[in-house]
């Protein structure tokens, strides 16, 4: 059975750092997609980073530059790696995995963790 455990959110003053930690159990994670998520109140989800089975790493606009997505194989572990954060980075923050790899992923992802929650005071 698929297991998604985020970690490593809090509450910091903008221009601060946070590293979000996923780990992963129950499946092959290097036969699968990943991807980091977040939902801000009153907001939708919106994706923050994917990690394809094949290919780079993606990011979105509103994080570029500041935000960096890792992975350790060998302890099934995604990380997030967040600098310079903003008051508009306020929000919890979700791991996502598929294993539809030959279908590319496609989105929504199908597996998700708790999620973690991040705030951020200017």
């Known amino acids: 059975q698929v297991h998604l455990v985020e970690s490593g959110g809090g509450s910091v003053q903008a221009g601060g750092s946070l590293r979000l930690s996923c780990a992963a159990s129950?499946?092959?994670?290097?036969?699968?997609?990943m991807g980091w998520f977040r939902q801000a109140p009153g907001k939708g989800r919106e994706e923050v980073g994917l990690?394809?089975?094949?290919?780079?790493?993606s990011y979105a606009d509103s994080v570029k530059g500041r935000f960096t997505i890792s992975q350790d194989n060998a302890k099934n572990t995604l990380y997030l790696q967040m600098n310079n954060l903003r008051p508009e980075d306020t929000a919890v923050y979700y791991c996502?995995?598929?294993?539809?790899?030959?279908?590319?992923?496609?989105?929504?992802?199908?597996?998700w963790g708790q999620g973690t929650q991040v705030s951020v005071s200017s």
């Open positions: 990690v394809p089975y094949k290919g780079s790493i």
């Open positions: 996502a995995a598929d294993l539809r790899i030959l279908a590319g992923c496609p989105v929504p992802y199908k597996y």
């Open positions: 129950g499946y092959t994670y290097s036969s699968s997609c």
